[in-house]
Structures are given as C-alpha cells and as structure tokens.
Nanobody, 114 residues
Framework: QVQLVEFGGGLVQPGGSLRLSCAAS????????MNWYRQAPGKERELVAT????????NYADSVKGRFTVSRDNGKNTLYLQMNKLKPEDTAVYYC???????WGKGTLVTVSS
C-alpha cells in the first residue's frame, strides 16, 4: 500500500531555511508526479509545489516562487522541499501528495516565528 511519510519540520526564525523530506513506499515512485501542499491554521489546504516524475517540470505557488525548491531522488524514493527566506505566513502543516492515487502523508509542522 502507498505510504508517504514527511519529516524535517520544526521551528525556524523568519529568514531561515528548512528542508522537508517525504519518504515514499508502496508504489513505483519514479513513475509519478508528486506534490507538496500546506495548510495554515484556519485556512484551506493549498498547493505549494509540483514536480514531474523525472524532475523536468516543476511548478510553484506564487507565494513561494523564488524561495522554495522542490526536488526528488528517485533512487531513494524521496521527495524534498527546500524552503529558504521563510516568512511567518509560511507557518503551516506541510503534506506530501501522490495525486494519481490521491494519497497523502500525515504532514509535518513548520512554524516560522521569532
């Protein structure tokens, strides 16, 4: 069965950086596009970044463009989200998503605060 496990969240000061990881199993990771979503308190879940199966296509929400970078290592079945220049409004639970199977991880909390 599909399993997606996110880790790497935590508390960071504004302007800081974090790298999130998502360990995938139960499917052929290298065959599927993957997404990162986030959900801030009291807000709807929003799409943050998308990456194609072989990393040739990436897309970002306007709010993170130029600050976040999505990548993947198909040899390690792992998805990444490098987050730089973090802002308090980036505070959210971040989720890994396999859209083709509508599969989700449990999320990892990122808090940006001084």
């Amino acid at each position: 069965q599909v399993q997606l496990v996110e880790f790497g969240g935590g508390l960071v000061q504004p302007g800081g950086s974090l790298r999130l990881s998502c360990a995938a199993s139960g499917f052929t990771f290298s065959s599927y596009a993957m997404n990162w979503y986030r959900q801030a308190p009291g807000k709807e879940r929003e799409l943050v970044a998308t990456i194609s199966s072989v990393s040739d296509i990436t897309n970002y929400a306007d709010s993170v463009k130029g600050r976040f970078t999505v990548s993947r290592d198909n040899g390690k079945n792992t998805l990444y989200l490098q987050m730089n220049k973090l802002k308090p409004e980036d505070t959210a639970v971040y989720y890994c998503n396999l859209p083709r199977r509508n599969a989700w991880g449990k999320g990892t909390l990122v808090t940006v605060s001084s």
